[in-house]
């Protein structure tokens, strides 16, 4: 697993040492070598990397869990991973999950925790429920 660009940020040192000792029921933390990384399940079912590129506005799902917002990527050629990334948080977190193993919802919770201690930037998940009249 190679770092992402800001990885070495204090915030990601924060988001590190509170990553939890496990992610659903069955899949638990692994040593990682690159900094500001965590992996679990054998073999790996989850990878995350904290420092990712900050995502612009998009209209690509969001979801709001326990205070952490979360754009979520279903990569066509995989049809059986996805990718999180944080909205609205700096730096970014970016997380790769086995969607045959584990649902968003289980890893995007276990996760808020250490995810909550990166500062907001001012972004975060809308609807058109929020769009004025």
């Not at 992402?4 to 029921?25: F, K, M, R, W």
Request: aromatic fraction near 4%.
């Amino acid at each position: 697993m190679s770092p992402a660009a800001d990885a070495n940020s204090v915030e990601c040192a924060q988001v590190t040492v509170h990553l939890p000792d496990s992610i659903g029921e069955s899949e638990t933390r692994r040593e990682t070598d690159a900094q500001a990384t965590g992996a679990w399940g054998e073999p790996t079912s989850v990878l995350l990397r904290c420092g990712a590129t900050e995502p612009g506005p998009t209209d690509l799902p969001c979801y709001t869990i326990q205070g952490v917002d979360w754009i979520v990527v279903s990569p066509e050629d995989d049809p059986e991973s996805a990718i999180l990334t944080t909205y609205g948080r700096s730096p970014a977190v970016e997380v790769i999950f086995d969607t045959t193993k584990l649902t968003g919802a289980s890893v995007m919770g276990d996760l808020a925790d250490a995810v909550g201690y990166l500062p907001t930037n001012g972004r975060a998940c809308t609807s058109a429920e929020d769009l004025p009249s």
